[in-house]
């Protein structure tokens, strides 16, 4: 089982923070294929959070294939962190530090660097919406 | 369910020569769990108490799931309110009030109090009047949510709670809203209680509702931007600015997003919820503020 919790400060989205708290848990073994996350009720009690906030979550965590709803039980684990979410990463990240090497080229400080990649996510985001 | 949990046009109050809320118009869809935010003296309670009928407008209108607060007793039974000192009779026993609400209401689900009770380890026969804080607060809150509200209206619920009891009182109102049907509005001054339970956020600020709407809208379209000062250079397009500071050289503007940054030079952070909320109360700012806007005007 896991315990959920929040931290006001971090900056990071309520939900993502569980949605992290699950991928980490999975990582670790700490959940495994067929366990059961605690229900929407048991969360909100606990950590006294918007109902919401877990729906999305949960629905984050079922998108990416991590857990499934079954209808009236709960929501359960189906797979530990699949080797193909990994696969796919490695790629991408390998292009970001093609990336990454061609910005230090350019003169780009760490700074500038994080400032560039923020900016261009973030006007991605308003086209892509 | 199309109505709306609270609609007012034009809504006002008028104590004597003072205007506690004046020219409100806006519309809370149902199923939110609404947040009221805003200094002392700028209106929630006030706000508050005209939705639970407690008192009747001096201007405009409101209407509370579709209908006139308080019109009659079918629709009082809809509505759920924990005044700001958790009106309890303190010489009753915790039966007494049970008794006294199911006495007075024509649904009350004494199954669900009584459990709720147990689970808090409450004996029904202490008086309210030896509660602590936190006890009366969890009483006061079960009385209201045995009437099956369609609608609970909460006035500064938390305020005077330790953390752990008030954690556990947001607790204990997360789980109701995730068991059943119900829309709520609790006004707080705790940034940061809102931030975990509300979805949905009103600014009242000099008797006026600054902003209204959806948290998660709210947070995304807002931004912080900190750029070089430069004389005649506006604020970007599309970006409203509500709040502005300056210091020679630099200038940090809190704006409201309508569309992408294009201009270069500026600095785009986004912005929490506390920083929102913030920027607008902070009444000084936001007319400083106008200024560059309008100068920029062609």
Same mark, same amino acid.
């Given at each position: 089982m896991i315990e959920f919790y929040l931290d006001a400060k971090s900056g990071v989205a309520p939900y993502l923070q569980l949605v992290h708290q699950v991928r980490r848990a999975l990582k670790l073994g700490a959940l495994r294929a067929g366990d059961q996350l605690p229900t929407v009720r048991e969360v909100v009690t606990r950590i006294a959070i918007n109902p919401n906030t877990v729906f999305k979550a949960y629905r984050e965590l079922e998108h990416e294939g991590l857990v499934a709803a079954r209808a009236g039980v709960g929501t359960f684990v189906t797979a530990t962190t699949s080797d193909d979410v990994i696969a796919t990463l490695v790629p991408i990240r390998h292009d970001l530090e093609q990336w990454l090497v061609r910005a230090r080229a350019a003169g780009l400080d760490e700074d500038s660097i994080e400032a560039l990649f923020r900016d261009t996510f973030r006007s991605e985001r308003y086209v892509a919406s | 369910m199309s109505e709306a949990a609270i609609e007012t046009v034009g809504l006002g109050k008028r104590y004597q020569r003072r205007w506690?809320?004046?020219d409100c118009t806006f519309r809370i869809p149902r199923g939110h769990v609404v947040g009221l935010v805003g200094p002392n003296g700028a209106g929630k309670s006030t706000l508050l108490n005209l939705a639970a009928g407690l008192l009747a407008p001096s201007a405009g209108s409101i209407k509370v799931l579709g209908e006139q607060?308080? !019109?009659d007793a079918a629709q009082l039974a809809r509505v759920g309110f924990v005044p700001q000192d958790a009106a309890l009779y303190g010489w009753l026993s915790i039966e007494g009030h049970l008794r006294l609400g199911e006495h007075c209401?024509?649904?009350?689900?004494a199954k669900a109090a009584h459990a709720r009770l147990a689970e808090l380890g409450l004996?029904? !026969?202490? !008086?309210?009047?030896?509660?602590?804080g936190g006890q009366r607060a969890q009483l006061s809150l079960t009385i209201a949510l045995a009437k099956c509200p369609e609608l609970l209206l909460l006035d500064?619920?938390?305020?005077?709670?330790d953390p752990l009891a008030r954690r556990e009182f947001l607790g204990l109102l997360m789980s109701t809203v995730a068991g059943r049907d119900v829309s709520i509005v609790l006004s707080s001054h705790l940034v940061s209680d809102i931030e975990r339970v509300c979805d949905y956020l009103i600014v009242l600020v000099d008797s006026r509702v600054r902003v209204a709407g959806e948290i998660e809208e709210l947070l995304a379209g807002h931004h912080r931007l900190i750029g070089l000062r430069q004389p005649g250079v506006a604020a970007p397009a599309n970006q409203t600015v509500i709040a502005a500071r300056e210091t020679d050289r630099q200038r940090m503007l809190v704006v409201r997003s309508d569309g992408p940054v294009v201009e270069t030079g500026w600095e785009i952070e986004s912005i929490n919820l506390e920083d929102l909320v913030l920027a607008y109360m902070g009444e000084g700012a936001a007319r400083q503020a106008q200024l560059p806007t309008t100068q920029a005007a062609p």
């Open positions: - | 506690a809320l004046e607060p308080a !019109r209401n024509p649904q009350w689900d004996s029904t !026969r202490q !008086r309210a009047g030896k509660l602590s500064e619920p938390v305020a005077s709670l």
